[in-house]
């Protein structure tokens, strides 16, 4: 029998190990990096006693990691039948052999002391990464197993197309550490910290507005009970943000420099999804480059009626919504004066009767189509295939 299938008697024999077995699917190393040091052990002595050319065919694997080595020093072999005992001793005498630092002896027992077991603490944490250009972000709820590891939801969310992509992850404990420890730690879209109550309200936001002519993703159906009940929609961080800084008016500077960082491209542009509003945007420029005389000043023009093509009413509402969200990132990040200001230009294209006059807009306007602007002011024929960037 494979090691595979060994290890699937294994995860119906050891329930608490089960959610890393399995999706390890027979990979020696996988299985190892999510297992805990004592679950480790207990997979390895159960091949011991049920197993042991299997398990002598995974503990070969596991002693070129620290982690293996320190699962085969944990384990007794007085309680293995005599094929396993066998298969013990020679793994540690090839251990040994190496220097790593294992017992000596596998016939004789050391005295045990009862005592109670480990008790883990529950898991219960959320995370929230900022948006990529077109206006999607990840967020990722994370949760205790009953079996002792753990489980991660992500979802992709975006506030025209609903929830885009939906996975769920189970792991021991330590490698969804590791797993959060790489989403939080990521240079542009790190996630931070949020609340689960949050997440929820964003997923439940999120899936009242997927589009009804395309399904959830299969994998949110299994899930959807458990993760929407209870949710309230309106408990989101953006709302939190605003709690919390109710009282706080933005400076013009502030304001300025957010407008900067639409302007480099770290914060926006979230266009439309409609390939066809993009493409008539870029039309009016190059329409603009043939017939001028004056450039700069024809570009200037065409800017700003190509913003009102590409930022209708729904598209200013997104990205208000949007810079709630951002306000959350950047007052959780210590950065309130940019929290502030997210908020305030939020509040303004609410309120502004045309959003596709705001500054905001227009530079958003301006950076999805640098490009070809870029293209266009320089010397030569403007080529009639550029389209905006963002329209991939």
């Given at each position: 029998?494979?090691?595979?299938?060994?290890?699937?008697?294994?995860?119906?024999?050891?329930?608490?190990?089960?959610?890393?077995?399995?999706?390890?699917?027979?990979?020696?190393?996988?299985l190892?990096?999510?297992?805990?040091?004592?679950?480790?052990?207990?997979?390895?002595?159960w091949?011991?006693?049920?197993?042991?050319?299997?398990?002598?065919?995974?503990?070969?694997?596991?002693?070129?990691e620290?982690?293996?080595?320190?699962?085969?020093?944990?384990?007794?072999g007085?309680?293995?039948?005599?094929?396993?005992?066998?298969?013990?001793?020679?793994?540690?005498?090839?251990?040994?052999?190496?220097?790593?630092?294992?017992?000596?002896?596998?016939?004789?027992?050391?005295?045990?002391?009862?005592?109670?077991?480990?008790?883990?603490?529950?898991?219960?944490?959320?995370y929230v990464?900022?948006?990529?250009?077109?206006?999607?972000?990840?967020?990722?709820l994370?949760?205790?197993t009953?079996?002792?590891?753990?489980?991660?939801?992500?979802?992709?969310?975006d506030?025209?197309?609903?929830?885009?992509?939906?996975?769920?992850?189970?792991?021991?404990?330590?490698?969804?550490?590791?797993?959060?420890?790489?989403?939080?730690?990521?240079?542009?879209?790190?996630?931070i910290?949020?609340?689960?109550?949050?997440?929820?309200?964003?997923?439940?936001?999120?899936?009242?507005?997927?589009?009804?002519?395309?399904?959830?993703?299969?994998?949110?159906?299994e899930?959807?009970?458990?993760?929407?009940?209870?949710?309230?929609?309106?408990a989101?961080?953006?709302?939190a943000?605003?709690?919390?800084?109710?009282?706080?008016?933005?400076?013009?500077?502030?304001?300025?420099?957010?407008?900067?960082?639409?302007?480099?491209?770290?914060?926006?542009?979230?266009?439309?999804?409609?390939?066809?509003?993009?493409?008539?945007?870029?039309?009016?420029?190059?329409?603009?480059?043939?017939?001028?005389?004056?450039?700069?000043?024809?570009?200037?023009?065409?800017?700003?009626?190509?913003?009102?093509?590409?930022?209708?009413?729904?598209?200013?509402?997104?990205?208000?919504?949007?810079?709630?969200?951002?306000?959350?990132?950047?007052?959780?990040?210590?950065?309130?004066?940019?929290?502030?200001?997210?908020?305030?230009?939020?509040?303004?294209?609410?309120?502004?009767?045309?959003?596709?006059?705001?500054?905001?807009?227009?530079?958003?306007?301006?950076?999805?189509?640098?490009?070809?602007?870029?293209?266009?002011?320089?010397?030569?024929?403007?080529?009639?295939?550029?389209?905006?960037a963002?329209?991939?």
């Amino acid at each position: 029998m494979s090691l595979a299938q060994r290890l699937e008697e294994a995860a119906s024999a050891l329930p608490r190990e089960a959610d890393a077995i399995r999706p390890a699917n027979g990979d020696a190393l996988t299985l190892l990096h999510g297992l805990e040091p004592e679950a480790a052990a207990r997979v390895l002595a159960w091949l011991l006693e049920h197993a042991p050319e299997e398990a002598e065919e995974l503990a070969e694997v596991w002693l070129g990691e620290p982690e293996g080595a320190l699962a085969l020093a944990a384990l007794d072999g007085t309680s293995l039948p005599k094929a396993g005992r066998k298969v013990l001793r020679r793994l540690l005498h090839r251990a040994r052999s190496s220097g790593l630092a294992v017992p000596t002896a596998v016939a004789k027992a050391a005295p045990k002391v009862a005592r109670l077991p480990k008790v883990e603490a529950p898991i219960d944490e959320a995370y929230v990464a900022p948006f990529d250009p077109r206006g999607a972000r990840l967020v990722y709820l994370v949760e205790s197993t009953p079996s002792g590891g753990a489980r991660v939801f992500e979802a992709l969310l975006d506030g025209a197309r609903g929830l885009v992509d939906f996975q769920v992850y189970r792991a021991g404990r330590s490698a969804v550490r590791s797993f959060v420890r790489d989403v939080t730690g990521r240079a542009r879209y790190g996630a931070i910290a949020a609340e689960p109550t949050q997440v929820r309200a964003l997923l439940a936001v999120h899936v009242a507005r997927h589009p009804a002519d395309r399904p959830l993703p299969r994998a949110f159906g299994e899930w959807r009970g458990r993760l929407l009940s209870g949710a309230d929609a309106s408990a989101t961080p953006g709302a939190a943000a605003r709690a919390a800084l109710v009282d706080d008016d933005a400076h013009a500077a502030d304001v300025d420099a957010l407008l900067d960082r639409v302007r480099t491209g770290e914060l926006g542009p979230w266009p439309t999804n409609d390939r066809a509003r993009l493409e008539a945007a870029a039309q009016t420029l190059r329409d603009a480059a043939k017939e001028a005389d004056e450039l700069d000043v024809a570009l200037a023009r065409a800017i700003d009626v190509a913003a009102s093509g590409v930022y209708g009413p729904e598209e200013g509402a997104l990205c208000a919504e949007r810079l709630d969200e951002a306000a959350y990132l950047h007052w959780r990040g210590d950065e309130i004066a940019l929290a502030r200001a997210a908020l305030q230009v939020a509040d303004e294209l609410r309120s502004a009767t045309d959003t596709s006059t705001h500054a905001f807009v227009r530079l958003a306007t301006e950076r999805l189509l640098a490009p070809l602007l870029e293209e266009l002011r320089s010397p030569g024929d403007p080529s009639q295939d550029a389209v905006p960037a963002q329209a991939e």
